[in-house]
């Protein structure tokens, strides 16, 4: 592995885990062991060293949930494939995606609440990719094919929904087992579906 990926991995490790203001350069390098020159050689700064792991967590997060959606035929099955990743990442059965800790791009974007810094809106960039994804997904199935506002609205909800599961596995520590009742997934779809 190059230094630069190196720094990447262990300041995203650290990042996810402990919080971005709450872990230093020092800290990096030392986990990292490299020389603050070769940190500086690679990124002009902590908000661009940032960026890199955003970016690398935004490519390994997309990536995995493509994986599990690649599968599905149906939204419900999109719905049920989702909520059972999530329920198996909380629950730190994912290891690409390291101990759960809560979503890093909410997370990241409460320390920087200012929407037109860099790394916020690499935090929206995110939200906006996986919503685009589940659109992707759902718009492929044959029940919403060529049903643009029926496909927009299911992807939303599995978004909120999505969103809701993983602040309320960070906040309580447990996994919320509710989006994984298949009796409840099956019921949601046909009422949105019938707007």
């Not at 916020?120 to 992707?136: G, I, N, P, T």
């Amino acid at each position: 592995m190059d230094k630069r990926t190196q720094i990447i991995n262990t300041a995203l490790s650290a990042f996810y885990q402990r919080g971005i203001h709450a872990v230093g350069i020092n800290e990096i390098l030392k986990e990292a062991g490299v020389a603050k020159k070769t940190l500086y050689n690679h990124f002009v700064s902590k908000d661009e060293l940032i960026c890199a792991c955003l970016e690398l967590r935004d490519q390994r997060f997309n990536q995995w949930l493509y994986e599990q959606l690649e599968n599905c035929n149906t939204p419900f099955e999109v719905a049920d494939a989702l909520f059972s990743a999530l329920s198996a990442w909380i629950d730190n059965k994912v290891s690409e995606l390291g101990p759960f800790n809560g979503c890093f791009f909410i997370n990241t974007a409460a320390e920087f609440p200012h929407s037109e810094h860099p790394i916020a809106m690499l935090c929206k960039a995110h939200k906006e990719s996986v919503l685009q994804l589940l659109f992707d997904k759902l718009s492929h199935t044959e029940q919403l094919k060529g049903q643009l506002e029926k496909t927009i609205q299911l992807a939303q909800l599995l978004m909120t929904l999505k969103e809701g599961m993983i602040c309320q596995a960070r906040v309580t520590h447990s996994s919320n087992t509710l989006m994984q009742d298949p009796v409840l997934l099956r019921q949601l779809i046909p009422i949105v579906l019938s707007y």
